[in-house]
């Protein structure tokens, strides 16, 4: 007689049951799936980047226009403010118009009706996003910039909201279909929103004529602060130099070499100007029974590649990997002032 299995059993079987691996039919199923869910995804944002950038051919060319012309000449701050989806884009937006030489900070609308509305001045710009425009906890915001007469810039789909009626500008997000299949978790729109602040900060980035420079400035950190270092903040100068004068015996030449230890040799002339570049690989070719007695001048490799101390140490590394070599002379008008390394360069993190 066999015995009914216990709802304890039942149960620790089903588990059993769930706990063995999906078939290999079943994963390659689900993977096709994923797939083509991620292809429809891009594809459906892809065609709200479009139609963006068809509206900005159009009907929004005049509001982007008048839009960037508000945000550069704003003897303030710029304010970006936004809630749920739209507040975090909002955050990058700030943060990237702030990296490009436009002051901007991120105000969120619910500390904003408790006080962070003694951040915002006269001489600020509020640019606001909402979709629907119709956001509630962007209400007081609007108030006060009505109120105080600070001009309100408002990224939205709909021009009739409450936020586009009273905006002096309203930047026109196209209808484009979300990514989400129930049309309820904001995607398309949020891409469409994140690529319009970048064209905004990039459009003031070149109405500033923002430079290397500029941009060195604000992002003294990182792999991005290495990259927009100077050749001159990094090479080797002074007593680092590894130089000898034409003429000299390679026996003598080759202690300097040793000694300094970066890989290679400049030859200069009487003038100190570079004449030449003696490296580890002309050795090994010249290597042989008269490489002591030989002069510099028969070993070096003559008008070598060099770079300017002002070259930036990101583009100092693509000619330095470009060339397949491991180390350039910096000179200023035709005299060495500094070597880099490619290990430097890399140690700095520039890539």
């Known amino acids: 007689m066999t015995k009914k299995k216990s709802g304890s059993g039942r149960k620790a079987v089903a588990l059993q049951a769930e706990a063995k691996p999906k078939s290999k039919k079943s994963a390659r199923k689900t993977s096709a799936l994923a797939l083509t869910s991620a292809v429809r995804t ?98 007081p915001i609007i108030t006060y910039s009505r109120r105080f007469a600070v001009p309100l810039v408002a990224v939205t789909s709909r021009a009739d909201s409450a936020l586009g009626q009273n905006s002096d500008v309203v930047l026109l997000l196209p209808r484009a279909k979300e990514a989400c299949p129930h049309g309820l978790a904001p995607t398309t729109s949020t891409t469409m929103q994140l690529a319009l602040g970048d064209s905004l900060a990039i459009a003031l980035l070149e ?3 923002f430079t290397a420079h500029d941009f060195k400035i604000f992002h003294p950190g990182g792999s991005l602060g290495a990259n927009l270092k100077y050749v001159a903040d ?56 008269g490489l002591l007695k030989a002069k510099v001048d028969d070993i070096m490799t003559a008008k070598p590649k060099t770079i300017q101390p002002t070259m930036l140490a990101s583009a100092a590394l693509e000619l330095i990997n470009a060339s397949r070599i491991t180390a350039l002379f910096v000179v200023d008008k035709g005299r060495p002032v500094g070597i880099i390394h490619v290990h430097d360069l890399l140690r700095l993190g520039v890539a």
């Open 234 to 289: 990094v090479m080797h100068k002074g007593d680092r130099l590894p130089l000898a004068p034409t003429g000299l015996p390679m026996a003598e030449a080759l202690v300097t070499m040793t000694e300094k230890s970066l890989g290679c040799l400049g030859i200069v002339d009487r003038k100190g100007n570079l004449s030449g570049v003696i490296t580890d690989g002309d050795l090994r070719r010249h290597m042989g029974a």
């Open 42 to 139: 891009l594809t459906l944002e892809s065609d709200g980047l479009a139609q963006l950038a068809a509206g900005l051919e159009g009907a929004l060319a005049e509001p982007f226009a008048d839009a960037v012309d508000r945000l550069r000449n704003v003897s303030g701050r710029v304010i970006v403010t936004g809630i749920g989806k739209s507040g975090h884009v909002g955050q990058k937006i700030a943060a990237t118009f702030a990296s490009t030489g436009t002051p901007a900070f991120f105000v969120h609308p619910t500390e904003a009706s408790h006080g962070d509305l003694g951040m915002v001045t006269r001489n600020d710009l509020i640019l606001a996003l909402s979709w629907s425009g119709e956001t509630v906890e962007l209400k």
């Open 207 to 209: 109405a500033r004529g």
